[in-house]
């Protein structure tokens, strides 16, 4: 892949992504701040975030499994990495040679953890009324979790970035929890949990959407800065007399003379064609409009006159905006750039 320059590449602004961090730790209070990395670091790059953050003074970091624990190591000294998605039977035996601490989520892991490595440290995660992965309440007072070295306790909100009666209710139901594992550090937070207030904040919070330029609620706007830009290479230049049509479907049809850029992206890049007319993409500061449907690798748009091949196009991409006004969420939006873009850090 170094060999080549790839015709579509994501911008990275590392500084935007430390002063994310730094506002949501702020905002976190006397918290520890940590930062969930999972699905590639949203789509950024799990390594490169990692590495970012960890300079800003992150040191708790999350994935989702066992094989994006592996793809960060070796991990740096002093840094600690979690799995959300527990333990199977598949995955103990490398579970027992990694740094990386499981997060239990069921008695079945519980056990499981407890017959292969009964001393090591894990993470708990209890449901308090998401009804997604956790222990139910009612499993908190299993003896096999008091033999259990729990380093962090952890519950998941279900609608913080909601006004919801639920919060309240969760983030007492794990209180009450949390009073019950005085040597465990207590986690509830995601990044709308943090915009919550710090009665959500506990010992350590939990952000991934903010960290990466996404707004979760109304009180990130203006202190979470966006960290994403992509960029597309003109591949081809067309001139069009009026009639002519463009692309699949020859949906589009030209109303007057005019040219057109072929550009390197489409749906298989997460420019998706649902994002329909809400998506637009920038050529020397002015807008340019889509023309006809978004291909799998590219996309028609119209250019001034002089514009070259081989210049570069930006994909104007405002998540909430471009949330709002598709039905793609921001989360949506980050995961979904895939593989084939460059990652080029500044
Ligand atoms: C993904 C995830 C987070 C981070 O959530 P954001 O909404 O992206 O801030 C935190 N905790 C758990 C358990 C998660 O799965």
Not at 264 to 280: E, F, I, K, R, V
């Amino acid at each position: 892949m170094d060999d080549f320059q790839p015709p579509l590449r994501l911008r990275l602004d590392g500084a935007a992504l430390q002063s994310n961090w730094r506002w949501l730790a702020r905002q976190s209070g006397a918290a520890a701040c940590g930062a969930a990395v999972k699905a590639d670091g949203y789509g950024l790059g799990a390594r490169d975030v990692m590495q970012r953050l960890a300079q800003a003074g992150c040191r708790d970091f999350y994935v989702s499994t066992w094989a994006e624990a592996d793809a960060l190591m070796p991990l740096a000294k002093g840094l600690s990495l979690s799995v959300f998605h527990g333990v199977r039977d598949d995955d103990m035996a490398y579970a027992v040679g990694s740094p990386a601490r499981p997060v239990l989520n069921s008695l079945d892991q519980v056990r499981r953890w407890l017959a292969h490595c009964p001393d090591r440290p894990c993470d708990i995660m209890v449901d308090t009324g998401m009804n997604r992965l956790g222990l139910a309440l009612d499993d908190i007072g299993d003896k096999a979790i008091d033999r259990l070295t729990i380093n962090t306790l952890m519950s998941h909100l279900a609608c913080a970035d909601e006004d919801s009666t639920m919060n309240a209710r969760q983030r007492d139901r794990f209180a009450a929890t949390a009073a019950q594992f005085a040597g465990a550090r207590a986690s509830l937070a995601n990044s709308a949990g943090i915009c919550l207030g710090d009665e959500y904040a506990f010992a350590l919070t939990r952000p991934g959407l903010a960290l990466y330029g996404g707004i979760p609620r109304r009180e990130a706007v203006g202190n979470i800065t966006p960290v994403a830009y992509p960029e597309t290479q003109i591949l081809q230049l067309r001139s069009l007399t009026a009639g002519e049509t463009v692309g699949y479907g020859a949906t589009f049809t030209a109303p007057t003379a005019m040219t057109v850029g072929i550009v390197n992206a489409g749906y298989a890049d997460g420019l998706y064609c649902s994002l329909g007319p809400s998506m637009t993409l920038s050529y020397r500061g002015d807008h340019c409009a889509i023309v006809g449907r978004v291909s799998m690798d590219l996309i028609a748009i119209e250019l001034p006159d002089d514009a070259r091949e081989g210049d570069w196009v930006g994909i104007d991409f405002d998540l909430a905006v471009l949330a709002q006004n598709s039905p793609m969420s921001q989360y949506e939006l980050l995961t979904g750039l895939g593989q084939r873009w460059d990652r080029v850090w500044f």
